[in-house]
């Protein structure tokens, strides 16, 4: 069109405003589902550490037994996990923990199909809460009688048993110290969830 002298040229608009498409920048929303779901995966993964820390710490104080080569007409020198409540106390409560986070997988992954979901989230929370607690005093307790195998006692006249079983006392060990891995575990799950909990 002229006019004056002057011609304008009218530029038709882009296809991308006609359509109102939005710019290729993720929404505060999508964003915030990203976040949900990666805090999933993680609490999915470190459940998997936890299983194999608790099943560890279950199995080898569950197979910690020794006897000595001699023995006497009367006697025979053994010892075995279940000749102390605390160890088989410990066998027990660790068992529990990890047959809970194995069932608790399938929740996990809800939390991960489902990112903006409060309730799987708030059970698992409480669940690693009381889990947490039982593993926890399971490995004080048993902690507690590691140190008299290793140390002994000399004021309640208590002898360490541990340079005449050494495999013993080195199996129930490695035990002990399993469980302190599944609680440092179970205290970063209880972290996730949380967080995860907060966000909503």
Known sequence: MKSG???????PESSAVEKGE???????????SGFKKGMGI?????RLGAIIAAL???AT????????????QFFQFQASYDDLPTFTF???AMA?????????????????VRP??????????????????LTTAAGAAAAAIVYLAHNGNPNANWLAICQQFGDFCQKVSGAVVASFVAAVVLMLLILVSGFALKKH
């Open 5 to 11: 002298g002057h011609s304008s040229i009218d530029v």
């Open 22 to 32: 939005a710019p290729l920048i993720g929404s505060p929303k999508e964003k915030k």
């Open 42 to 46: 993680l609490d999915f993964l470190l």
């Open 56 to 58: 560890a710490a279950a």
């Open 61 to 72: 104080m569950g197979t910690s037994d020794e006897t000595l080569p001699f023995f006497t």
């Open 90 to 92: 410990f066998v027990i």
């Open 96 to 112: 529990l923990v990890a047959g809970y986070l194995v069932l608790s997988l399938p929740f996990s992954i809800v939390t991960i």
């Open 116 to 133: 903006h979901a409060v309730a799987p989230r708030l059970l698992l929370f409480i669940l690693d809460i009381v889990a947490l607690t």
